[in-house]
């Protein structure tokens, strides 16, 4: 895609500090990074969201996180890492990426349920009949 920030970054049009490159995907470091060693991971095929790959591509996208987050781990050894996608995300590049943010003890971050708070006004069983019969 022309005016895709990673997509430009996959053609070397753009800088990056990458961490890890195979022959589907690309992991850099994060431009405005929530932690040492945010790192974001990204196929280099250009979709915006889960729905606009295969179930291989995702297979080969995940491959690669699970790389990127050993190597995490092995270099700055964090207590733990959020791995995260913004799916559909109005805001941020349009091109599928996922999240690796190292965690430590006292970082003043949260679990990943705490990005949001819209408590459901529907019953847990209601919405799961709608997700299930969708």
């Not at 995907?25 to 729905?51: C, D, Q, R, W, Y």
Request: charged letters at 25%; one cysteine or more.
């Amino acid at each position: 895609m022309n005016n895709c920030l990673f997509c430009k970054l996959v053609d070397k049009e753009i800088p990056a500090l990458i961490v890890y490159e195979d022959k589907k995907t690309i992991a850099f470091m994060e431009l405005t990074p929530s932690a040492p060693g945010h790192i974001m991971v990204i196929l280099k095929k250009h979709g915006n969201n889960i729905l606009e790959y295969s179930q291989a591509d995702l297979g080969k996208l995940m491959a690669s996180v699970q790389i990127v987050a050993k190597k995490i781990e092995k270099a700055l050894r964090p207590d733990s890492i959020t791995i995260g996608i913004n799916h559909k995300e109005r805001h941020g590049v349009p091109h599928l990426h996922v999240h690796l943010i190292p965690r430590w003890e006292n970082d003043k971050g949260g679990i990943i349920q705490s990005v949001v708070s819209n408590k459901p006004k529907e019953s847990r069983e209601n919405l799961a009949d709608k997700i299930r019969n969708a």
